[in-house]
DNA sequence: GTAACAATTCTACAGGTGTGGATTTCAGGA
DNA sequence: TCCTGAAATCCACACCTGTAGAATTGTTAC
């Protein structure tokens, strides 16, 4: 309406552009909400507009921090320890009691930061970048140091069938909630799929 | 442009409305092409468009047999064989070699029919309603089934815990394809996961 | 003081989505 | 012969998506 210099709201005092509010923290907001939003819907599922809006912010931070969504998303998905050290440390102790070791490990994993683990299943099933970072997630970091610690044969494919029934306890504890196992506390869990996880990895597969 | 009347494309004689191809046999393309789609690319990344020329038919035919974009979920999701038959025959040979029997009759059903299963997995983690599907086929059909003929503690937990390895085999195995699980034969998988199954329903869990 | 830079907002675009409805043709029964 | 109903097409609508760029302000370095 009224030409005031570019039409800007000449009404409300709403927020203009600028620098006022927390300067620096936006960041980390954003990639709060950003864990939250892809945790819940996964990749496609989640919209820039609303991870922004759940952060309290303007869309355009997004792409002006991130770039992409795929940017977003790779370092929202960042998973909270290192392999390169966690699972060395799993290993130390030997073979011996090593499944519930493992099975521990990932339980109190994603109970104590469930987003990336989460958002990654999620991604997973849906968009191909995702599943590749899983996939690779587990082949890599997870099968291939495992594998290397094991002096028996098919190494790899031991390490695989881990991930198998780690991936389940995921998929039916977490997200799909099936009871009673996602309401039983994880000292069962890990009784139950500690034997498991040793057989896998140093007993008879015939 | 020229206004013939309604503007319906006066230049090519491309399909006009009426009844002339296979009649009958669409709805069984649309269904097939339904299947394929979701399940390669899940609930929400499927579109009615892509679906539909896919099955080389128009979109407004998905609307004509389905109604929904749920309802032709529904239809295309329906698993290829009846629980209430096939478990029962599972157990009827007793517990013995139960584990083996349930891994082997699971990676057959999922290798001659694919789409079904691949389509509930890809569509739980993003879209509420195909969670709610693949939970209540999991515990009903499955897990209640099974439990019942347990005469051990804790059977809904065992039966769960089975759905956690068959859960995790086929996100591994066939949606990640996870290398080398996904090319080893199914011989092999039934002789790693048959002992797991086993112990699931009726070992010691603690 | 002023120039450069980062943070932030707004508006716009082009494309894809599910859904709704109007319209047309054909087949079969009264 | 006429009429009903199913099969099939097209067009339109709102809405949401990711991306892009312009505009504005505050802060910091010279």
Redesign the pocket.
């Known amino acids: 309406m009224s030409p005031t210099?570019?039409?800007?709201?000449a009404g409300r005092p709403?927020?203009?552009?600028?620098?006022?509010?927390?300067?620096?923290n936006?960041?980390e907001a954003v990639l709060a909400a950003a864990r939250a939003v892809f945790a819940e819907r996964g990749f496609d599922g989640?919209?820039?507009?609303?991870i922004a809006s759940a952060a309290g912010?303007?869309?355009?931070?997004?792409?002006?921090?991130f770039g992409?969504?795929?940017g977003l998303f790779r370092a929202a998905s960042r998973i909270p320890f290192d392999p390169a050290e966690a699972i060395p440390s799993l290993l130390a102790a030997g073979l011996d009691g090593l499944g519930e070791r493992i099975v521990r490990f990932f339980v109190s994993a994603w109970e104590a930061g469930p987003a990336p683990f989460a958002a990654m299943l999620r991604g997973a099933t849906s968009h191909e970048r995702s599943a590749a970072m899983l996939r690779e997630f587990v082949t890599h970091a997870v099968v291939g140091r495992v594998a290397a610690a094991l002096d028996r044969p098919n190494p790899a494919l031991r390490a695989a069938l881990v991930g198998s029934q780690l991936v389940g306890l995921g998929m039916v504890r977490y997200i799909l909630r099936v009871e009673p196992l996602a309401s039983v506390p994880a000292d069962t869990v890990v009784a139950a799929l500690g034997p498991t996880v040793q057989r896998y990895l140093t007993g008879d597969l015939d």
């Open positions: 210099g570019g039409g800007r709201g709403a927020r203009r552009p600028g620098r006022p509010p927390g300067s620096g936006t960041r989640a919209s820039l507009r609303v912010v303007d869309p355009g931070m997004v792409r002006h921090f992409d969504k795929e």
